[in-house]
């Protein structure tokens, strides 16, 4: 049996994965000292977990911010509001027609929620990509936030891509093949490397990459 994956549920679990990146990058321990205390990001799990990195998808923070509030307002973050909206309910909390059409399938399946936190980073990440809508992204996005795992990374984030760009000086953004292999390194901590890139990208962009 395998052990079980290292979560990330308190401040003291950032700061010894920021210590470690800090030990096998120079870049990193030149960088974490700007960024100050990294937030922690955890949120419960479950539907409204997914249902809100579904909202998330392919938008920028703000905008997702405004629906899933017009959408918490009508009621519709649980499998049970979901499955008894209509279509102007949906339209009116500004969640487009494929995200609504993804929502009622996830609401649908019947999922487990509880058994994912038991199931390896494969595992959850197979599971959750097998329902309507959900892609590798809101996936890794799930097992970072909901379930706190410490070795997830999410390559094919824009605000990451665009952070490591700016961060390691590089000459264009790596996409999500090269930057795997730039956060190699940085196992089994690269959901702590994740957090510092989005909280570099706020830095220098002035605007916050990730809900």
Excluded: H, N
């Excluded at 990509?129 to 936030?145: C, H, Q, R, S």
């Amino acid at each position: 049996m395998s052990d079980p994956p290292r979560l990330i549920e308190t401040e003291a679990d950032l700061a010894e994965g920021a210590e470690y990146l800090a030990r096998v990058c120079p870049v990193w321990a030149r960088v974490l000292p700007e960024l100050g205390p990294l937030p922690l990001r955890r949120r419960g799990d479950g539907f409204e977990a997914i249902a809100s990195a579904i909202v998330a998808q392919q938008i920028s923070v703000s905008a997702a911010a405004a629906i899933w509030d017009r959408m918490a307002a009508a009621g519709l973050t649980d499998p049970q509001g979901i499955a008894a909206a209509s279509d102007k309910d949906f339209r009116t909390a500004g969640l487009s027609r494929p995200k609504a059409r993804y929502l009622r399938g996830i609401a649908a399946s019947g999922l487990d929620w509880r058994s994912l936190r038991a199931m390896s980073d494969d595992q959850a990440i197979a599971t959750l990509v097998a329902l309507p809508g959900i892609g590798v992204w809101t996936a890794e996005i799930y097992l970072k936030f909901a379930l706190g795992r410490a070795d997830v990374f999410a390559a094919g984030d824009l605000a990451l891509q665009e952070a490591a760009r700016l961060m390691y000086d590089l000459p264009d953004r790596p996409g999500p093949a090269a930057l795997r292999e730039m956060a190699l390194p940085w196992r089994p901590w690269r959901a702590v490397a994740a957090r510092g890139l989005w909280a570099y990208y706020r830095l220098a962009k002035g605007r916050e990459g990730v809900r």
